[in-house]
């Protein structure tokens, strides 16, 4: 028996692919829920209703889900060309102390219309500058990116706290250490009336649908193509791979940056060091699952997000750990990989 590389991948493969991965999650997950003396079935109902089961519930999942849908297309695009970004986390950080830092210190006193696009633009570069430090090194001295991008999260984080200790400490927050808030016409308008879900959700929406179209219909999107699926190849070929890293670094940082300027502006209004439950390496998980795909980004982003707001009530209801939550997506992340390696081999005898 061994391992055929595929010629040809059908499409119904890579449709049915992530499907089967979260089926086989959920059945893994429910082994553990089992053994935890829940009843698997209603288990999984209490997540669903949990996450949808009212307006409320519904729109905190959505809410939810739009910096996961950034983070994932940050990972997404920069995985496709074989940059490893894992800094978007730190890159999260960045672009929401930037947003807090030019909102209280320089642009707070400008009009709406044009405040809110000019905070958003700050918080993507702020995302670009701190990737481009790894790229660097990589291009420069061949330094594995893996491990600079994701060593650079604790130093994002710990430069965000320290801002936030000092020079922009809100002197209102009866010693908090947190940021001074962004000013009232800098935050999002609200896409539903007496809720949370803001238009950063269609914002995330708009930039999957742009980032497919870039990917599958531009010269930039098949050199990047190139650079991932052979970057000597690419070269040989004509591909200034040096350049399209930088781009995709760009683009990559940037959606990551602008993911902590959205939250910031459309849902807490000031940065703490607890702004991100962990959304930058969530990201990755989302982007695996999307296989890479800018689309699926979103479903697949909808789906973790559901994960872990619908696991609240299920804990509640039924006296289980909500880290159930956990450890079902990390099971779909390992799922995804195996059902990834079939879509690409096929077993001979």
């Known amino acids: 028996m061994r391992f055929e590389r595929r ?62 849908m950034l983070t994932g297309l940050a990972a997404a695009v920069a995985f496709r060309a074989r940059l490893w970004n894992i ?33 958003l633009l700050v918080g993507a570069i702020a995302g670009m500058v701190l990737i481009l430090i790894p790229l660097w090194l990589r291009l420069r001295f061949s330094v594995d990116e893996v491990v600079t991008s994701l060593l650079l999260n604790f130093i994002a984080v710990l430069f965000v706290s ?25 935050m999002l308008p609200k896409l539903i009336a007496r809720s949370r879900l803001h238009v950063g959700f269609a914002i995330a929406i708009g930039l999957a649908i742009i980032v497919h179209f870039v990917q599958s219909r531009t010269v930039f999107g098949m050199q990047s193509r190139a650079a991932g699926l052979n970057p000597g190849g690419a070269v040989f070929a004509g591909v200034p791979l040096g350049r399209t890293l930088v781009k995709v670094a760009c683009l990559s940082g940037g959606l990551a940056g602008l993911a ?22 969530a990201g990755i ?30 804990s509640r209801g039924l006296g289980i750990p909500t880290y159930i939550a956990d450890v079902t997506v990390a099971l779909s992340l390992l799922t995804m990989l195996i059902a990834l390696f079939f879509t690409q081999y096929r077993i001979r005898r």
Request: glycine share 10%; charged share 10%.
């Open 7 to 68: 010629e040809h991948r059908p499409l119904y493969l890579l449709i049915v692919t992530p499907v089967i991965a979260v089926i086989a999650a959920l059945a893994l997950s429910g082994i553990l829920i089992s053994i935890a003396g829940a009843p698997v079935l209603d288990a999984y109902w209490r997540i669903l209703t949990g996450a949808f089961g009212s307006r409320l519930s519904a729109t905190e999942t959505l809410t939810r889900a739009t910096p996961l």
């Open 87 to 119: 800094g978007a986390e730190g890159q999260f950080y960045l672009g929401a102390i930037a947003v807090a830092a030019a909102s209280s210190k320089l642009l707070g006193n400008l009009p709406a219309p044009i405040l809110i696009p000019l905070l």
């Open 162 to 186: 320290m801002l936030i200790d000092g020079v922009l400490k809100d002197p209102l927050a009866f010693g908090w250490p947190q940021s001074q808030s962004v000013s009232d016409h800098a």
């Open 260 to 281: 902590g300027a959205i939250e910031v502006m459309g849902v807490k209004g000031y940065v703490t060091t607890d702004l991100s439950p962990g959304f930058g390496y």
């Open 285 to 314: 998980v989302v982007a695996m699952l999307a296989n890479l795909n800018p689309l699926g980004v979103v479903f697949a982003a909808i789906f973790t997000a559901t994960m872990f707001v619908g696991a609240d009530g299920m």
